[in-house]
C-alpha cells in the first residue's frame, strides 16, 4: 500500500515544521491529495493516527480534500478534467499534449495551531 509511504512523507513535513513553534498545539490539519495518487482516504487516515501516535499530532484530525486532475492543453490552450487519469488525453480536442495544473500534487494546505 503506498498510502503509508505518503501519510509518513506528510507526517514528517508537518513535525519538522512544527519544530519551529515549540510552544504550539496543532488544533486541525488539512492536506489536498492529488487524483493520480490513488490514494485511499480510509487508508491514509489509519496510517495517520498509527503514526502519529506518541507525537504533537495525536488525536489532531487530519483534513483530506480529494483534487480532481485538470490539465492545460498545448494543442487547443483549453483547461479541465481528463476522461482518464490513466491515460491523460485533452477532453476537448483528444490530444496528448497535455500538463497537468491541478490533481497532481500531495500539499500541505492548512496547519492551524493554537499558542499555549
Not at 507525537?55 to 492543453?73: A, H, M, N, R, Y
Not at 487547443?76 to 480536442?93: I, R, T, W, Y
Not at 490530444?95 to 496547519?111: A, F, H, N, W
Amino acid at each position: 500500500m503506498h498510502e503509508g509511504h505518503f501519510t509518513e512523507q506528510i507526517v514528517e513535513s508537518i513535525l519538522q515544521e512544527l519544530a519551529k513553534y515549540p510552544k504550539a498545539k496543532v488544533r486541525s490539519v488539512t492536506v489536498r491529495v492529488g487524483e493520480v495518487f490513488h490514494l485511499v482516504p480510509e487508508s491514509v487516515l489509519m496510517h495517520y493516527d498509527v503514526m502519529t501516535k506518541d507525537s504533537p499530532l495525536q488525536g489532531v484530525k487530519l483534513d483530506l480534500i480529494q483534487e480532481t486532475l485538470q490539465v492545460v492543453c498545448g494543442q487547443c490552450n483549453k483547461q479541465g478534467p481528463v476522461e482518464d487519469h490513466h491515460l491523460l488525453l485533452c477532453s476537448f480536442c483528444h490530444s496528448r499534449q497535455v500538463k497537468p495544473v491541478l490533481g497532481d500534487k500531495i500539499t500541505i494546505e492548512k496547519v492551524e495551531l493554537e499558542k499555549l
